[in-house]
């Protein structure tokens, strides 16, 4: 596609229940991120893929958050025993090189923990 | 590690008129400095971006200035329209450590016809 694809765009989960969002970037973009931007604040950064390896994955809050890229291009996001404090957007962002490139950002998910 | 505070947090102007957005950043390795834009319900949207071997750049009506020695870079947005009501962000990256953009808390500019 043209841009950064992500889906599902709005999701409504009771706390609890384990989430998946999934982020299809550019075609042919290596690089893939991961942010997290929580209402009226600026995005913050959760992970970091090249291709299909994870480099940096310190902005992950908690080990109830999991990412992957096994092939180098879709992205999951995976949320487990979400927390109202969950709620926000999840930005998915890519470039076409590893760094020194324009970043990308996809329209977002929005989830809302009830 | 890297730290980019930004002002104002709210900005609003009358049409035609000239706004203003600073950032400052406090790593001084830091390199490259994108500015995006947010819509309501929509994610962020490159406008101009600059590189530390760069003063300003312009683009049409948007320019950024980037002060390397005092680590601080600024947009500039002349004759506002109200289609440039949004939220904007500032951010700081260092250009060989993947995609870690820092960002700014943001500036909501209102464009009043």
């Known amino acids: 596609g043209a841009g950064v694809s992500q889906s599902p765009r709005y999701k409504v989960a009771k706390r609890g229940q384990d989430v998946a969002l999934r982020c299809d970037p550019i075609s042919g973009h290596v690089s893939l991120f991961w942010y997290q931007q929580a209402l009226g604040q600026g995005p913050e950064f959760l992970t970091y893929?090249?291709?299909?390896?994870?480099?940096?994955k310190s902005g992950l809050p908690s080990d109830r958050f999991f990412a992957e890229r096994p092939e180098g291009s879709v992205s999951t996001l995976k949320i487990q025993r979400t927390q109202q404090e969950d709620s926000a957007v999840y930005l998915c962002?890519?470039?076409?090189?590893?760094?020194?490139?324009?970043?990308?950002f996809g329209e977002g998910s929005w989830l809302t923990v009830v | 590690g890297e730290n980019v505070e930004q002002h104002p947090s709210t900005l609003s102007v009358q049409e035609g008129d000239s706004a203003v957005i600073k950032c400052t950043y406090s790593?001084?390795?830091?390199?490259?400095f994108p500015w995006y834009k947010q819509e309501l319900g929509k994610g962020p949207q490159l406008i101009i971006d600059i590189r530390s071997n760069v003063g300003e750049k312009k683009d049409q009506r948007i320019a950024v200035t980037l002060n390397k020695t005092a680590k601080h870079f600024s947009l500039h947005i002349t004759e506002t329209q109200p289609e440039d009501s949004a939220v904007y962000f500032c951010a700081a990256i260092i250009y060989n450590q993947g995609g870690k953009l820092i960002f700014g808390q943001g500036t909501e500019l209102s464009v009043k016809p």
């Open positions: 893929f090249q291709n299909e390896a994870q480099l940096d």
């Open positions: 962002a890519s470039s076409r090189q590893s760094s020194g490139n324009t970043i990308y």
């Open positions: 790593d001084s390795a830091s390199n490259y």
